[in-house]
């Protein structure tokens, strides 16, 4: 099957605060300006600090005529942050000389945080319809046109394994770890059961993300293919960036994560009156027939900052090593009484009916080979014990003699 899904997004005032609109200013680190100096720092890792300090003294200089837009901070619409924007330090990396001579210009005149925007729908993509295996049904063939992925340092972790996480196979159990591949982290998460919950009389069984999925590389090796070289409590999404940005996700205010990534950040810290399952990403899932009738995905947004004496902008960091929430997104999709009477009515009945017969069948079955057994084992004892008689008539009572 292969499909593009439409995706619209708009604003809503009853979710949220009072007197707050899509066009209010919110002002935070400035994107571009510090995966500009990542990209730097990076492009000469091994040189020396003269040599470093050269390259970083030129850009200082092209930055110059637009230095009110080259600060720590900006500011910028809600609606901007969140989707996209563009502005002077920006145009200025798009069309730079230098920068298109070597290769690191940014494919696009604006900055994008997520990989999908109001603007464009999901990726093209390709999945299984589970006609020749049902165990299959809805996992990825191909995405965005290719098969793997090709943008995490080892080859399993650019595989696109599992479902978008809508549905999946029919019968789900307990024991089940799922998997679902998120477009826009670019990777794959294992998802295990938690516990049933119930939803509008319907009954379902909780998948979330487990916490080792947040664990460091140093904590957890296997997490060194998506590059997880971070405090525990974080996941890199940097190499889902053009190019590269020192972006990482994390549960909102860095929930189960390494103390540490709290220090120096006022306002973040987990509400202790919040149930925690408002800060999981789970997928509840109608067992019988594998559709998700409940989903939250929800994940917090930061970029590193690394202290620096090569940009004033960064030398004066408290901490060697700060990663500054940028905003976190929650996307919800909830049962509602018509996809529930729907289900009901024009799936699950049918699935039952389809489960009974099936079992009638069974038991047909096997009431035919038991009453088949019955009878040869009747008919075997019957000519035993015809065979007997027929011996007994054949052999003399007394033995005949032989006269001379």
Known sequence: LTYTQQRIFHFDAADSAAALSENDVICTINLPLVGTIAQIENFFPNASSVLKQFVADFFLEQFAPISIYTQLYTCHHATE?????TDPLVQLLYSNIVLKFLHKTLPQPYIQIQLNNSVNDTQHS????GSDDIERIGQYIQWDGVTRLGIWPL???NYINGTEGLFFHPYVTEDEVLQVFLQDTVRSFDITYVGRVDHLGLNALRFELPNTTFESAFTRSENAKWSSWCPDGLIYLGATQDPVVPIFGSKPHFMDGDPSLRWNIVGIDPDPGVNRSHYDTRVDVEPTTGVSIQVQNILQLNIQLNRTSLFPQMKNLIQETTYFPIMYISEHAELTEDFKSFLEDHVLREIQTAY???WFAV?????MALVFFVISL????????LRKLQDNET??????????
Not at 81 to 85: G, I, P
Not at 363 to 367: D, E, K, Q, V, Y
Not at 395 to 404: A, G, L
């Open 378 to 385: 009747v008919s075997c004892v019957w000519f035993v014990q």
């Open 81 to 85: 942050l969140v989707w996209n924007y």
């Open 395 to 404: 052999t003399p009572v007394v033995p005949s003699t032989i006269q001379n």
């Open 155 to 157: 080859e399993d972790a």
């Open 363 to 367: 038991a047909l079955f096997s009431l």
């Open 126 to 129: 390709i999945i299984y319809t």
């Open 356 to 358: 009974i017969i099936e």
